[in-house]
Antibody
Framework: EVQLVESGGGLVKPGGSLRLSCAAS????????MNWVRQAPGKGLEWVGR??????????DYAAPVEDRFTISRDASKNTVYLQMNSLTTDDTGVYFC??????WGQGTLVTVSS | QSALTQPPSASGSPGQSVTISCTGT?????????VSWYQQHPDKAPKLMIH???KRPSGVPDRFSGSKSGNTASLTVSGLQSDDEADYYC?????????FGTGTKVTVL
């Protein structure tokens, strides 16, 4: 069974950092394009970034609002993808989903940036 | 990269059909055959309903269909059921980015 499980969310002060994890099962993350998508409270979906499959070069891409602050990486041995978030602002508050089509989406992890 | 444009709402009675549009540009929707559609019920994770414009993942009913013409993609839900009431989002590959639509709330009357 394919499953994606995010973890690492929580409350952080503005300017702080947080690292989210996305553990995959049922498929291999190095063979998939792995995305991070966020949703602010009461708002729509916003693409954050992705890391391509090894076959496609394995490089990350980022949305403009986060490209100088967020880093996506993966650990093949743990079949896990990470989202390192630095210099967080209140605009980064929301539920963060890990997603890989056509495999599926995780349940999301809540990040709250507040003083 | 601006969000793709979707109507804020759409509705239909049980058994009827509803079509949702998703308008982008030649840099996203019109430039690639990588448009996806997601269904999201309240407080739930999105679910992939259509990928690569018109392909249905295993388990998605054939009442859901996708198409594209130029810079506009469309999702049609036929034979509306109460469980189809949800928010729907399109998304398109756009080279070094992916862009989501603004979202459409579908109401089953």
């Amino acid at each position: 069974e394919v499953q994606l499980v995010e973890s690492g969310g929580g409350l952080v002060k503005p300017g702080g950092s947080l690292r989210l994890s996305c553990a995959a099962s049922g498929f291999t993350v190095i063979n998939a394009w792995m995305n991070w998508v966020r949703q602010a409270p009461g708002k729509g979906l916003e693409w954050v970034g992705r890391i391509k499959s090894e076959a496609s070069g394995g490089t990350p891409d980022y949305a403009a609002p986060v490209e100088d602050r967020f880093t996506i990486s993966r650990d093949a041995s743990k079949n896990t993808v990470y989202l390192q978030m630095n210099s967080l602002t209140t605009d980064d508050t929301g539920v963060y989903f890990c997603a890989s089509d056509p495999y599926g989406w995780g349940q999301g992890t809540l990040v709250t940036v507040s003083s | 990269q601006s969000a793709l444009t979707q109507p804020p709402s759409a509705s239909g009675s049980p058994g009827q059909s509803v079509t949702i549009s998703c308008t982008g540009t030649s840099s996203d929707v019109g430039g690639y055959n990588y448009v996806s559609w997601y269904q999201q019920h309240p407080d739930k994770a999105p679910k992939l309903m259509i990928h690569e414009v018109s392909k249905r993942p295993s388990g998605v009913p054939d009442r859901f269909s996708g198409s594209k013409s130029g810079n506009t993609a469309s999702l049609t839900v036929s034979g509306l059921q109460s469980d189809d009431e949800a928010d729907y989002y399109c998304a398109s590959y756009a080279g070094i980015k992916t862009v989501f639509g603004t979202g459409t709330k579908v109401t089953v009357l």
